[in-house]
């Protein structure tokens, strides 16, 4: 949904608040101007944060912090790395 789309849902939903038309989940008329914000913000999706992608970053930080739990398992189990 582009951005336009979603501020037309926002503005069709409080619309519908203004008209008295709005219902919340139950069924009951909305009567408050916030919770009918936060409907329609909800309904067109923008009141969620966007998500991010396993990008480059991330990703080796990823990498390094599973290779350093790797190394503290070997620390715990006393071997290191000598013969005797």
């Known amino acids: 949904m582009t951005n336009k789309e979603k501020q037309a849902k926002v503005a069709k939903v409080m619309r519908e608040f203004k008209s008295g038309k709005l219902k919340s989940s139950s069924g009951e008329a909305v009567k408050n101007p916030q919770q009918a914000l936060a409907i329609a913000l909800s309904e067109s999706g923008m009141s969620r944060k966007p998500k991010k ?10 990498m390094k912090e599973l290779a350093g739990e790797e190394e503290e398992e070997k620390e715990m189990d006393g071997s290191c790395g000598k013969k005797r």
């Open 53 to 62: 992608d396993m990008g480059d970053e991330y990703y080796m930080a990823f």
